[in-house]
């Protein structure tokens, strides 16, 4: 049998119960959060229709939109 280690008490594997119901519950808040951005991430709460300006907005990781009914520019965060 191992010796337990230096600080005198043996350690408690996590239960896996216990790890499986706290990654399916911050899953779920992640859905529920995507959800409230609408589809794709992408909200569009105050805005009308879009048109796309650019592929490529400030970095290459965002794409540039503009809505139709204010013509107020705005970024994208693109899904990798």
Excluded: N, W
């Excluded at 008490?9 to 499986?20: G, H, K, N, V, W």
């Excluded at 519950?25 to 409230?36: F, K, P, Y």
């Excluded at 540039?64 to 107020?72: N, W």
């Amino acid at each position: 049998m191992p010796e337990p280690p230096a600080g005198g008490s043996t350690p408690i594997p996590p239960d896996p119960l216990y790890l499986a119901t706290a990654i399916e519950a911050v899953l779920e808040a992640g859905r529920i959060q995507l959800a409230s951005f609408g589809k794709d991430g992408l909200r569009i709460d105050k805005k009308g229709a879009i048109d796309l300006v650019s592929q490529f907005g400030s970095t290459s990781c965002k794409s540039l939109y503009q809505c139709k009914d204010c013509l107020e520019p705005f970024d994208y965060f693109k899904a990798h």
